[in-house]
């Protein structure tokens, strides 16, 4: 079935320093890749997404790269800072329309 | 506009008892899902809508029913709550399902 695998798990930073989460999907037919921040307590929300027609895509200190054909995309974040510290979720939109999540990364920006 | 909207935020149940998690949003979108949250296992799919009419099943279906009669709401039914339904559970609505989801503030449901 339909499957997205997400590492690291957890992540430990230093402020200022780059941060990169990959993702791996099953299913080839996948064409909308999302990235979603949860902060405790709260709903995740959408900080960037891909389609599967574009192979980069940046906003400001977040990119997201997506490789087609190994089928996988990672989330770069430069520049960190405490408050991007929270749990990270990658997610595909697979074949009949059903969006699956990566089991998610818990980021911390240390000070 | 208030978004999307989940009732109750807190609710404990005994094994067996039956319960309707409600959903509703008020952006005029054609897609909604149900995920639940446990820790480690990241958002599950349970169950999602297409459209008024229309649900499917997702990753995790079993013990849940949902139904969509209306564009703005899409309750979930637990038939006979087990204690592996223990969980946080997430509405999400888009307006398909290659744009954002707007996710609820979540309901974390324990049963005893």
């Known amino acids: 079935g339909e499957n997205v695998e997400q590492h690291p798990s957890t992540l430990s930073v230093q402020e200022g320093d780059s941060a990169v989460i990959k993702c791996t999907y099953s299913?080839?037919?996948?064409?909308?890749f999302p990235w979603y921040k949860q902060e405790l307590g709260k709903g995740p929300q959408l900080i960037i997404d891909?389609?599967?027609?574009?192979g980069e895509k940046k906003d400001q200190r977040i990119a997201v790269t997506l490789n087609k054909t190994a089928k996988h995309f990672s989330l770069h974040i430069t520049e960190t800072q405490p408050e991007d510290s929270a749990v990270y979720f990658c997610a595909a939109r697979t074949s009949y329309d059903k969006v699956i999540f990566g089991p998610g990364t818990s980021l911390s920006v240390i000070p | 506009n208030a978004g999307v909207t989940q009732t109750p935020k807190f609710q404990v149940l005994k094994t067996g008892q039956s319960m309707t998690l409600q959903c509703a949003q008020d952006m005029n979108h054609e897609y909604m899902s149900w995920y639940r949250q446990d820790p480690g296992m990241g958002l599950r799919l349970i169950h999602y809508s297409v459209g008024a009419g229309i649900t499917d099943q997702g990753e995790v279906p079993n013990g849940y029913n949902v139904s969509r009669s209306t564009t703005e709401d899409f309750p979930l039914r637990l038939l006979s709550a087990a204690p592996s339904q223990t969980s946080v559970y997430f509405c999400?609505?888009?307006?398909?399902?290659?744009?954002?989801?707007?996710f609820g503030p979540g309901t974390r449901l324990t049963v005893l």
């Open positions: 891909i389609r599967s027609n574009v």
């Open positions: 999400a609505s888009s307006s398909s399902s290659v744009t954002e989801q707007f």
């Open positions: 299913d080839s037919a996948s064409n909308y």
